[in-house]
T-cell receptor, first 115, second 118 residues
Framework: ETGVTQSPTHLIKTRGQQVTLRCSSQ?????VSWYQQALGQGPQFIFQ???????GRGNFPPRFSGLQFPNYSSELNVNALELDDSALYLC??????????????FGPGTRLTVL | AQSVTQLDSHVSVSEGTPVLLRCNYS??????LFWYVQHPNKGLQLLLK??????LVKGINGFEAEFKKSETSFHLTKPSAHMSDAAEYFC????????????????FGKGTKLSVKP
């Protein structure tokens, strides 16, 4: 069974640039959720994707967007980067069930630094 | 609305002594509750989960947690700490499985850093 993988592991960008982060879900999972973890804080929910559509969103502006592909992998895109976007971005995969979502399993994360 | 409060930002124990990490939750629904662990520069690993079955939940590496509805608590314990337990621990709440909203919305506490002294 393959776990959740993310790429790249580290990334350095400058303010105003755009970034794309990638996530491959665990085998057998069909749902991907993204979280932002600022230094010293708990992760915060950005959004979730199921059946290639956004299936819930946290309190993040529209410049945070995503995609899910037919193989259930996912991308997180952030436009017009700001210094406060510097964080660890975590992807989690799970299996969607009608009355809720099964346990989420996390990848190792991508560390984004915005200068 | 759901929320979770981890009562200690930092806990320090000696190796071989018990561990207690405290968590209180607030939920309008029957919640699902989790504990995740994060080692330095690593992702999150699931320790255990409560989903309205047995109130005493056993997890990996000797950890367990007890769901107490009357106290709205879900404290994490381990009888004997090991050096490898040193990490950040997160208590997490999410609406129960009968909630038809945003199922992805795990709500994390701010974390408790566990230090283990030799």
């Amino acid at each position: 069974e393959t776990g959740v993988t993310q790429s790249p592991t580290h990334l350095i960008k400058t303010r105003g640039q755009q970034v794309t982060l990638r996530c491959s879900s665990q085998s057998g999972h069909n749902t991907v959720s993204w979280y932002q973890q600022a230094l010293g804080q708990g992760p915060q929910f950005i959004f979730q994707y199921y059946r290639e559509e956004e299936n819930g969103r946290g309190n993040f502006p529209p410049r945070f967007s995503g995609l899910q592909f037919p193989n259930y992998s996912s991308e997180l895109n952030v436009n017009a980067l700001e210094l406060d976007d510097s964080a660890l971005y975590l992807c989690a995969s799970s299996f969607y069930i009608p009355a809720g979502t099964d346990t989420q399993y996390f990848g190792p994360g991508t560390r984004l630094t915005v200068l | 609305a759901q929320s979770v409060t981890q009562l200690d930002s930092h806990v320090s124990v000696s190796e071989g002594t018990p561990v207690l990490l405290r968590c209180n939750y607030s939920s309008s629904y029957s919640p699902s509750l989790f504990w995740y662990v994060q080692h330095p520069n690593k992702g999150l690993q699931l320790l255990l989960k409560y989903t309205s079955a047995a109130t005493l939940v056993k997890g990996i590496n000797g950890f367990e947690a007890e769901f107490k509805k009357s106290e709205t608590s879900f404290h994490l314990t381990k009888p004997s700490a090991h050096m490898s337990d040193a990490a950040e621990y997160f208590c997490v709440v999410t609406p129960g499985l009968n909630y038809g909203g945003s199922q992805g919305n795990l709500i994390f506490g701010k974390g408790t850093k566990l230090s283990v002294k030799p």
